[in-house]
């Protein structure tokens, strides 16, 4: 009798937290605010009441007070639409307010062989909603077999300089751990394209010059901490083993002589999980939650959030909240029911933006009840 | 017939074994490159896990790539004078060859195989098919002698 009330009890506390990760909306509202993007990437706000959203298909959105407008940003560079390459990382020159210069990343075909693509940064000036003085600032060396793992994210630090993240191109994850290429690789260069002084590697070629960090899979997530001490980056493992990570220059993370996932087929990929001289994640998932896009909240409307990390993840799809400390890294599921998420951002008036994945996706406004 | 069903599935066995070795091996010979500490025992055990968690995916692909390229290699033995170890093992080298190409073209690029990157891994998959293919025409070779 007492063992049948034991595993009642179990089967109620089991039951109640499979709720609370399922609804844990009790605190926040979640409102759409756009609808009908077609695999929507990333999105940047302009002013208060315009955001650009990069869709993968190759357009930059517009949405204007709330509306999502029918025109879409004019003489936006061709990209390859292909795999999980496309149009990807939109984000604004730190000095945007001045000179209106914004940055995009994206996949883009060789120019003569159609078999080959690569990651693209270009900078361009913004006149209204036409994109003006396009300028390549970054090409990812060499180009790549399948049109995966491009990485893609764009983010730009405190010291004025830009961080890119260049995956491992899925066919090539053994040159992570090479300095003569751009695959699995976080890049930093000036908002010129040219390489800052202070890079970690001086010697050698272009390429190896403009590494800040190597040994990553597809990193699709980068966030300053938010005194802006601290790079929190995170990545794709294979079946399991995605990665949060600290980036520091230099710093080999350990793709992949080191991993917590397998392969998809089922294969080792390395039986080691930690070795000296590479680094360990701060966090890391086992299953994969596939994370797609990170930031760390800055807004006033969530006090107890300030300062956290927001993921969102595309297996099964949702927003998880860290709070990041010496005792380590707590995680709550928010949301994990709306699907496939691809990425989470700030709004200027304090609330939380997240966009869903694939064809006819939409924004949602998180906000407090 | 029977017995023949069960040697075409040994052999489809043997070949998805050979295929997930290769992967293996192939992975763990480059963490070796990299001075990684590999032991022998490591490279067994995991070899063995492999084996039993790629089994349910490789297994099926060789089952009906076999099956359909021994069936070809029936039909050309049967009307033409090549014998049946040649052109078993033929269609059976030519069957891994065309996994090792085919499925990257089918998954846009992806190799979902590792082993099977580079020129060495394709040619180690065609040589693994070409394999077994010999094994299940010698069989029927010895098999038309004992009922004659």
């Known amino acids: 009798m007492k063992n049948f009330k034991v595993f009642l009890l179990f089967l109620v506390v089991s039951f109640s937290s499979s709720i609370f990760t399922k609804n844990n909306s009790h605190y926040f509202n979640i409102n759409v605010i756009a609808e009908g993007l077609d695999h ?13 959203v990069t869709e993968k298909t190759g357009k930059i959105r517009i949405i204007k007070n709330g509306k999502l407008l029918d025109e879409a940003l004019k003489n936006v560079p061709n990209s390859l639409f292909a795999g999980q390459g496309g149009l990807s990382d939109i984000v604004l020159h730190p000095e945007f307010k001045n000179n209106r210069i914004i940055f995009l990343s994206f996949s883009e075909i060789h120019p003569t062989n159609k078999r080959l693509s690569t990651l693209r940064v270009v900078r361009a000036k913004l006149n209204g909603y036409t994109l003006e003085d396009v300028e ?15 990485g893609a994210r764009l983010l730009f630090l405190k010291d004025g ?29 000036n908002d010129d ?36 001490s ?18 520091e220059p230099s710093n080999n993370y350990g793709w992949p002589l080191i991993t917590y996932g397998i392969d998809y087929s089922g294969a080792t990929i390395s039986p080691f999980k930690e070795m000296e001289g590479l680094e360990q994640p701060i966090k890391y998932w086992v299953p994969s939650i596939a994370p797609s896009g990170m930031t760390t909240y800055r807004g006033d409307k969530f006090p107890d959030w300030k300062g956290d990390i927001f993921i969102s993840s595309m297996i099964p799809g949702g927003l998880r909240r860290l709070k990041i400390s010496e005792q380590g890294v707590e995680e709550e599921i928010l949301i994990d029911n709306l699907g496939r998420l691809r ?8 609330n939380l933006l997240i966009i869903s994945d694939r064809r006819n996706a939409k924004i949602y406004k998180i906000s407090p009840k | 017939m029977i017995k023949r ?44 896990e492999d084996v039993l968690r790629m089994l349910v995916i490789v297994f099926p692909i060789i089952f009906i790539v076999n099956l359909i390229f021994f069936l070809v290699a029936m ?16 269609s059976g080298g030519l069957g891994l060859f065309l996994i090792s190409v085919g499925i990257p073209i089918l998954a846009g690029g992806i190799y979902g195989l590792t082993g099977a990157r580079s020129v060495l891994g394709k040619i180690t998959f065609t040589v693994i098919g070409l394999f077994g293919g010999f094994l299940f025409g010698r069989h029927l070779d010895r098999a038309k002698l004992e009922t004659s």
């Open chain 2, 75 to 90: 039909m050309v033995s049967k009307y033409t004078s090549l014998d049946k170890k040649r052109a078993y093992a033929l």
């Open chain 1, 230 to 247: 601290q790079v929190y980056l995170i990545e794709h493992g294979p079946r399991g083993g995605d990665e949060l990570n600290i980036l």
């Open chain 1, 343 to 350: 990425g989470v951002h700030n709004s200027p008036d304090g």
């Open chain 2, 5 to 48: 069903i069960s040697i075409f599935l040994g052999i489809a066995f043997i070949v998805s074994v050979l295929i997930i070795a290769q992967t293996t091996l192939s992975n763990f010979l480059w963490l070796i490159q990299a001075d990684m500490p590999v032991t022998l025992s490591l490279i067994i055990t995991k070899l063995f």
């Open chain 1, 136 to 150: 390549e600032i970054f090409k990812a060396d060499p180009y790549r077999t399948a049109p995966a793992h491009f």
């Open chain 1, 161 to 189: 300089s830009l961080l890119i993240t260049s995956g491992d191109g899925f066919n090539f994850r053994e040159k992570a751990q090479d300095l003569d290429n751009h695959f699995g690789k976080v890049i930093r260069i």
């Open chain 1, 193 to 228: 394209g040219s390489i800052p002084e202070d890079n970690p590697y001086t010697n050698g070629d272009i390429t190896k010059r403009s590494i800040y960090t190597s040994g990553h899979r597809n990193q699709q997530g980068l966030t300053l901490s938010l005194d802006n």
């Open chain 1, 40 to 52: 929507p990437w990333s999105l940047v706000f302009i002013s208060d009441d315009e955001i650009l």
